[in-house]
């Protein structure tokens, strides 16, 4: 074809072009493939160690930082160890352990306990050595809770299932069906259980004295599939008794006028103490001799374990409560005694005493022990020993914010020698932890994956 142009003659025109071009590279010497291999296996096996040990750096830094978090502050003490009392309270960690106290313990409170699925309202205790722990309380109800004067055994009230129909409409999983002891020193429990068709409505627990619980409750009259309103959200048969601990049953306990339901209440020594606002009863637990005198509390409040009164052995009984001020709380104290025959003097007010929300009981024999409140706007709260006579205050033990009311203590370690408080341990959240750490593995592998591929040769 005329004027076409033969493809090798084009091409032979590239010869020179290609051949210097194939002369200015230069072959690799011997042994410089080598060298080239190892220095890049080199990079690579530097930059996957610096990897992996930025990866196990973090890896023990988190769980040195949970380790030390949740290691405890005070040694696990033994059962004749000195009862203190610390000078501050502080707030108990959700996360903290549940074990056994090994010792008295010197006040417990309810409060939310942090677990893998939720959390649930526990008891938690602060020990005699300035130690806190939540407590394994086998069944516990979240119902009530008591204290023994000593601070060896916690009172509760147990869940278990009926005989008929369960009445579980307030939340728990099984209705309360009874009541336990438990040993903060041995970690033991006893439980009694009463007959009941579908669960008891429990109202006062109490203890006589460091042997004897006292309680009273009410029977569901329906459970949960029950068709008529008034048994399905009704309570009758009231019954109140006494249980010495390590005896069968309880023992029914006589109250005036069924007070059932309207536990304001105070034992000492096997007398208790029922305290309403026009009246009260002396009530001998042994005998079931009952005394009515006047007394009006004038707090406005029913409580239970004695949080607005104290009765000591020697019959003084110490109120919250002043007629000037009906109805209010916090409240002044009063302080009056009483014997068999009913009151033996005239309540007195006690100076000093303004703004008490609950009376603890003796520090010394003319110093009381009152939980109050400071200032209206900053919400603090403490443990004062007051004089009676003169009103003269001192602070013992700073509780913080309002959780710091909801304790019960042992009333006869009230006299302990006064420590500083040592802060619990904060333990971190367990789901927390694991997934920082799978964090870490993840991030981990990935960069190792990303520096193989970019250090390729």
Same mark, same amino acid.
């Given at each position: 074809?005329?004027?076409?142009?033969?493809?090798?003659?084009?091409?032979?025109?590239?010869?020179?072009?290609?051949?210097d071009?194939?002369?200015?590279? %230069?072959?690799?010497?011997?042994?410089e493939?080598?060298?080239?291999?190892?220095?890049?296996s080199? $990079?690579r096996? *530097?930059?996957s160690?610096?990897i992996?040990?930025?990866?196990a750096?973090?890896?023990?830094?988190?769980?040195?930082?949970?380790w030390?978090?949740?290691?405890?502050?005070?040694?696990?003490?033994?059962?004749? #160890?000195e009862?203190?009392?610390?000078?501050r309270?502080?707030?108990?960690?959700?996360?903290?352990?549940a /074990?056994?106290?090994g010792e008295s313990v010197v006040?417990?409170t309810?409060?939310?306990?942090a677990?893998?699925?939720?959390?649930?309202q526990q008891?938690?205790?602060?020990?005699?050595? /300035?130690?806190?722990?939540?407590?394994?309380? =086998?069944?516990?109800? &979240?119902?009530?809770?008591?204290l023994?004067?000593d601070?060896?055994?916690?009172?509760y009230?147990?869940?278990?299932?009926?005989?008929?129909?369960?009445?579980?409409s307030?939340? %728990? /999983?099984?209705?309360?069906?009874g009541?336990?002891?438990?040993?903060?020193?041995?970690?033991?429990?006893?439980r009694?259980e009463?007959?009941?068709r579908?669960?008891?409505s429990?109202?006062?627990?109490i203890?006589?004295?460091? %042997?004897?619980?006292l309680? #009273?409750?009410?029977?569901?009259?329906?459970?949960d599939?029950? #068709?008529?309103?008034i048994?399905?959200?009704?309570?009758?048969?009231?019954?109140?008794?006494?249980?010495?601990?390590?005896?069968?049953?309880? !023992?029914?306990?006589?109250?005036?006028?069924?007070?059932?339901i309207?536990?304001?209440a105070e034992?000492?020594d096997?007398?208790?103490?029922?305290?309403?606002?026009?009246? !009260?009863?002396?009530?001998?637990?042994?005998?079931?001799? #009952?005394?009515?005198?006047?007394?009006?509390? %004038?707090?406005?409040?029913?409580?239970?374990?004695?949080?607005?009164?104290?009765?000591?052995?020697?019959?003084?009984?110490?109120?919250?409560?002043?007629? &000037?001020?009906?109805?209010?709380?916090?409240?002044?104290?009063?302080?009056?005694?009483i014997?068999?025959?009913?009151?033996?003097?005239?309540?007195?007010?006690? =100076?000093? !005493?303004?703004?008490?929300y609950?009376?603890?009981?003796?520090?010394?024999?003319?110093?009381?022990?009152?939980?109050?409140a400071?200032? &209206? $706007?900053?919400?603090?709260?403490?443990i004062?020993?007051?004089?009676?006579?003169?009103?003269?205050?001192?602070?013992?033990?700073?509780? /913080?914010?309002t959780?710091?009311?909801?304790?019960?203590?042992?009333e006869?370690?009230l006299?302990?020698?006064v420590?500083?408080?040592?802060a619990?341990?904060?333990?971190?959240?367990?789901?927390?932890?694991?997934?920082?750490?799978?964090?870490?593995v993840?991030?981990?592998?990935?960069?190792?994956?990303?520096? *193989?591929?970019?250090?390729?040769?």
């Open positions: 074809m005329p004027g076409a142009v033969d493809v090798r003659d084009r091409l032979a025109g590239f010869e020179p072009v290609v051949d071009a194939i002369a200015s590279v %230069q072959p690799p010497m011997p042994g493939l080598w060298a080239r291999g190892h220095a890049w080199t $990079r096996r *530097r930059g160690l610096a992996g040990v930025v990866a750096v973090l890896f023990l830094a988190v769980i040195s930082m949970g030390v978090r949740a290691a405890p502050v005070l040694p696990a003490a033994s059962p004749d #160890t009862v203190t009392l610390p000078d309270v502080f707030e108990v960690p959700r996360w903290l352990p /074990g056994i106290a006040a417990v309810e409060t939310e306990r677990g893998w699925t939720g959390e649930s008891l938690a205790a602060l020990t005699a050595s /300035g130690r806190y722990l939540f407590l394994h309380l =086998p069944g516990y109800a &979240d119902e009530g809770f008591a023994s004067p601070g060896r055994h916690v009172g009230w147990t869940t278990g299932p009926p005989s008929g129909d369960p009445h579980t307030d939340g %728990q /999983g099984l209705p309360v069906t009541v336990a002891v438990y040993d903060v020193v041995a970690g033991t429990t006893v009694h009463f007959e009941t579908h669960g008891l429990p109202h006062g627990l203890w006589s004295d460091t %042997q004897t619980v309680g #009273t409750h009410l029977q569901w009259m329906g459970g599939h029950a #068709t008529n309103a048994a399905a959200g009704g309570a009758t048969n009231p019954r109140s008794w006494s249980w010495l601990i390590g005896e069968e049953g309880a !023992s029914t306990l006589e109250l005036p006028r069924n007070q059932w309207t536990w304001s034992a000492q096997g007398v208790l103490l029922l305290l309403e606002d026009d009246r !009260s009863w002396r009530i001998e637990v042994g005998t079931g001799r #009952t005394t009515r005198f006047t007394l009006r509390s %004038q707090t406005g409040s029913i409580g239970t374990s004695g949080s607005n009164s104290d009765l000591a052995a020697d019959g003084t009984l110490v109120t919250v409560g002043d007629p &000037d001020l009906p109805g209010r709380m916090p409240n002044r104290v009063r302080v009056t005694s014997d068999r025959t009913g009151l033996t003097s005239r309540p007195r007010v006690v =100076p000093g !005493s303004d703004r008490t609950q009376v603890l009981g003796w520090r010394t024999p003319g110093t009381l022990l009152l939980v109050r400071h200032g &209206d $706007r900053s919400r603090r709260y403490s004062d020993a007051v004089d009676v006579e003169t009103g003269e205050s001192e602070k013992v033990v700073a509780l /913080g914010s959780a710091g009311l909801g304790w019960s203590w042992a006869d370690l006299t302990a020698e420590v500083p408080g040592v619990p341990p904060s333990p971190m959240d367990p789901r927390v932890l694991v997934g920082r750490l799978i964090a870490i993840l991030a981990a592998g990935l960069s190792l994956v990303w520096w *193989r591929r970019r250090g390729q040769p």
